[in-house]
């Protein structure tokens, strides 16, 4: 007699991935594969009338339907022409004219399963139509029925948040901002993600960070955002609590002979105002210790080397080639934004269906989200004449220490103290 085994896989592609077909642990005579709708299992049902099988294997029985009264309708019909369902993910069996005393507790568990199912479901619905994910919409933002709007009385206190980042490149200094003049209280960890939040940026986000480009009107644009985000991976690379410090060399110094960052110390004279700044190592192992060094002669050497080899730096950039990344970035997103706006006419013809071409277009515009968050990350094509404009002495005594320590850290990786028996020098080292 000879053994006929068929196998029925079903996948929600909103949901999840589409299941292997040739993993089943056995030798298969047919797979039957269902991707949304389960036309595969109605043809399944048909061809066992006519050339009946002897197994059925499934992952989990809850493929079978979307509500726990179809699943056990069509274990039924199926079990009824003779055929053991063997669920592989699952304690289930079926054998002849017997249910598995186990029926009753799988079943339950499907009924929660397709429960949870069906929020996921209506949640994946709202991300085909780029609606707004479950939870309060962030400050700055109401929440409406098909997207975000903007709250016209909070948003301007997120706007300035931003904008108090950009000049000064300080977390913390623009949460104790927002504090001083709006009374708006919030932590430097929720100013952390006001930084790093997609909404702000007129994007949503949805589970496994998917991000939708463009669902809503912005608080901050494109370029702001790129310039808050190399803000951030600079300041990644600064010792604690440095970035918001208020010297612009503060974070940057380091001691070539100990290998130790440096403090800045501050010291004043009895009966006097003037003060003294110097550049002390943090945690010097040398005997005796490195000596400390007036903070305004390393900040003068400093503005004298960025200005005499910064646009030297500048120069040897292959700009031809990031001009060329830039380009192949800017053609792929034009390639997707034009298969994107094809998709109605497809469905009209009827060559898509509507949630085919939903989920389409889902997938298109996260693939865009991706290219444009890669295009963000390049550093700005106008670099070589902002290099000639901070190259003058002058520009960089003419800033306070805030500004100066925006453009410092703009450029400036890291400046090496190098000792010598009676002097010093600096070594600056750029990003770039």
């Given at each position: 007699?000879?053994?006929?085994?068929?196998?029925?896989?079903?996948?929600?592609?909103?949901?999840?991935?589409?299941?292997?077909?040739?993993?089943?642990?056995?030798?298969?005579?047919?797979?039957?594969?269902?991707?949304?709708?389960?036309?595969?299992?109605?043809?399944?049902?048909?061809?066992?009338?006519?050339?009946?099988?002897?197994?059925?294997?499934?992952?989990?029985?809850?493929?079978?339907?979307?509500?726990?009264?179809?699943?056990?309708?069509?274990?039924?019909?199926?079990?009824?022409?003779?055929?053991?369902?063997?669920?592989?993910?699952?304690?289930?069996?079926?054998?002849?004219?017997?249910?598995?005393?186990?029926?009753?507790?799988?079943?339950?568990?499907?009924?929660?399963?397709?429960?949870?199912?069906?929020?996921?479901?209506?949640?994946?619905?709202?991300?085909?139509?780029?609606?707004?994910?479950?939870?309060?919409?962030?400050?700055?933002?109401?929440?409406?029925?098909?997207?975000?709007?903007?709250?016209?009385?909070?948003?301007?206190?997120?706007?300035?948040?931003?904008?108090?980042?950009?000049?000064?490149?300080?977390?913390?200094?623009?949460?104790?901002?927002?504090?001083?003049?709006?009374?708006?209280?919030?932590?430097?960890?929720?100013?952390?993600?006001?930084?790093?939040?997609?909404?702000?940026?007129?994007?949503?986000?949805?589970?496994?960070?998917?991000?939708?480009?463009?669902?809503?009107?912005?608080?901050?644009?494109?370029?702001?955002?790129?310039?808050?985000?190399?803000?951030?991976?600079?300041?990644?690379?600064?010792?604690?609590?440095?970035?918001?410090?208020?010297?612009?060399?503060?974070?940057?110094?380091?001691?070539?002979?100990?290998?130790?960052?440096?403090?800045?110390?501050?010291?004043?004279?009895?009966?006097?105002?003037?003060?003294?700044?110097?550049?002390?190592?943090?945690?010097?192992?040398?005997?005796?210790?490195?000596?400390?060094?007036?903070?305004?002669?390393?900040?003068?050497?400093?503005?004298?080397?960025?200005?005499?080899?910064?646009?030297?730096?500048?120069?040897?950039?292959?700009?031809?080639?990031?001009?060329?990344?830039?380009?192949?970035?800017?053609?792929?997103?034009?390639?997707?934004?034009?298969?994107?706006?094809?998709?109605?006419?497809?469905?009209?013809?009827?060559?898509?269906?509507?949630?085919?071409?939903?989920?389409?277009?889902?997938?298109?515009?996260?693939?865009?989200?991706?290219?444009q968050a890669k295009l963000a990350t390049l550093p700005p094509v106008n670099l070589r004449s902002v290099a000639q404009a901070v190259s003058i002495p002058q520009f960089w005594f003419d800033l306070s220490e805030?500004?100066?320590?925006?453009?410092?850290?703009?450029?400036?990786?890291?400046?090496?103290?190098?000792?010598?028996?009676?002097?010093?020098?600096?070594?600056?080292?750029?990003?770039?």
């Amino acid at each position: 007699m000879v053994v006929k085994i068929i196998a029925y896989s079903y996948s929600n592609p909103l949901l999840e991935p589409a299941a292997d077909v040739n993993d089943w642990g056995w030798e298969v005579d047919r797979v039957y594969q269902d991707l949304g709708k389960r036309t595969q299992l109605q043809k399944l049902i048909i061809d066992c009338k006519t050339e009946p099988a002897n197994y059925l294997l499934i992952h989990r029985l809850e493929e079978l339907g979307d509500t726990l009264e179809e699943v056990s309708d069509r274990l039924h019909e199926i079990e009824a022409m003779g055929i053991i369902i063997i669920a592989t993910e699952q304690p289930y069996t079926s054998e002849k004219s017997h249910i598995s005393s186990d029926l009753w507790t799988l079943l339950q568990e499907i009924q929660r399963q397709q429960h949870s199912r069906s929020i996921r479901q209506a949640h994946a619905s709202n991300r085909l139509q780029a609606s707004p994910p479950p939870g309060k919409a962030p400050y700055g933002y109401r929440r409406s029925k098909e997207k975000y709007t903007i709250d016209r009385s909070t948003s301007p206190v997120v706007k300035d948040f931003f904008e108090h980042f950009l000049l000064y490149a300080s977390l913390r200094g623009a949460v104790r901002h927002l504090a001083k003049k709006y009374g708006k209280k919030i932590s430097v960890t929720t100013g952390r993600r006001w930084l790093t939040n997609p909404v702000y940026r007129g994007d949503t986000a949805y589970q496994h960070e998917q991000i939708i480009s463009d669902t809503h009107i912005p608080i901050i644009s494109r370029e702001e955002a790129a310039q808050i985000d190399r803000i951030l991976r600079r300041n990644s690379r600064l010792p604690s609590r440095t970035a918001s410090a208020p010297r612009s060399l503060a974070g940057l110094v380091v001691c070539s002979q100990c290998q130790s960052h440096t403090t800045i110390t501050r010291v004043t004279r009895p009966y006097q105002d003037k003060e003294y700044l110097y550049l002390r190592p943090i945690s010097c192992n040398q005997l005796p210790k490195c000596r400390a060094i007036p903070y305004q002669e390393v900040l003068e050497q400093t503005i004298k080397i960025v200005c005499r080899d910064l646009p030297l730096a500048v120069a040897g950039m292959d700009f031809p080639q990031l001009n060329t990344i830039k380009n192949s970035l800017g053609q792929a997103i034009a390639r997707q934004q034009e298969i994107l706006q094809q998709l109605p006419a497809l469905v009209e013809t009827g060559i898509l269906d509507d949630e085919t071409a939903k989920l389409r277009a889902y997938k298109l515009r996260t693939e865009i989200s991706q290219l444009q968050a890669k295009l963000a990350t390049l550093p700005p094509v106008n670099l070589r004449s902002v290099a000639q404009a901070v190259s003058i002495p002058q520009f960089w005594f003419d800033l306070s220490e805030a500004e100066r320590r925006f453009y410092f850290r703009e450029f400036i990786k890291q400046i090496e103290i190098i000792r010598q028996e009676k002097a010093w020098q600096l070594r600056v080292i750029f990003i770039f």
